[in-house]
């Protein structure tokens, strides 16, 4: 394992590459707000349209499950979007109750943008990687990440 910096918390040493994944989550989020500050756009707006660009007209619910996020994070996210012009919400001629999401023309014109943005970062995060590290560190990343969300946690054993 990587050695602790004098700035770790001694506490941190008992989970030293879970610390390591915090500082990692901190810096890749605080980079990728400020690039989308920069379009006007706040933290997990882009992961919306990013699903809207490649499927338009999903209802409420679908963007839910698509993203990963709670129901209030995505209701502000989709009001503010809608704001900002860069979608609509109407019903769905099945179910007035269900809300379908479509981008409009500034919208879609998000696409390269945001495809830019996110080769940006992808440069920035693997520059000092060998393209065979940055293969490792994507799969090793999914490994751990089914790791924590897998339903069976092991018990720590007993002493």
Same mark, same amino acid.
């Given at each position: 394992?990587?050695?602790?910096?004098?700035?770790?918390?001694?506490?941190?040493?008992?989970?030293?590459?879970?610390?390591? +994944?915090? &500082?990692? /989550?901190?810096?890749? $989020? /605080? $980079?990728?707000?400020?690039?989308l500050?920069?379009?006007? @756009?706040?933290?997990?707006?882009?992961?919306?349209?990013?699903?809207?660009?490649?499927?338009?007209g999903?209802? &409420?619910?679908?963007?839910?499950?698509?993203?990963?996020?709670?129901?209030?994070?995505?209701?502000k996210?989709? $009001?503010?979007?809608?704001?900002?012009?860069? @979608?609509?919400?109407?019903?769905?001629?099945?179910? #007035? $109750?269900?809300?379908?999401?479509?981008?409009?023309?500034?919208?879609?014109?998000? #696409?390269?943008? @945001?495809?830019?943005?996110?080769?940006? @970062?992808?440069?920035?995060?693997a520059?000092?990687?060998?393209?065979?590290?940055?293969?490792?560190?994507?799969? +090793?990343?999914?490994?751990?990440?089914?790791? +924590?969300?897998?339903?069976?946690?092991?018990?720590?054993?007993?002493?």
């Amino acid at each position: 394992m990587a050695a602790l910096t004098p700035r770790t918390p001694s506490t941190a040493g008992e989970g030293p590459m879970s610390y390591a +994944i915090f &500082q990692l /989550a901190r810096a890749h $989020r /605080a $980079r990728a707000s400020a690039m989308l500050r920069e379009m006007e @756009l706040h933290p997990g707006q882009e992961l919306l349209l990013m699903q809207l660009l490649d499927r338009d007209g999903q209802t &409420q619910s679908e963007l839910l499950e698509s993203v990963g996020l709670d129901h209030s994070t995505v209701s502000k996210s989709l $009001r503010r979007m809608q704001d900002a012009g860069l @979608l609509v919400r109407e019903p769905a001629a099945h179910d #007035r $109750r269900v809300m379908v999401v479509h981008l409009t023309d500034k919208g879609r014109a998000t #696409r390269q943008p @945001l495809a830019d943005m996110w080769r940006s @970062l992808e440069e920035t995060s693997a520059r000092d990687l060998s393209a065979q590290e940055a293969e490792a560190f994507v799969r +090793i990343a999914y490994v751990i990440a089914d790791a +924590i969300n897998s339903p069976a946690v092991p018990q720590e054993e007993s002493k």
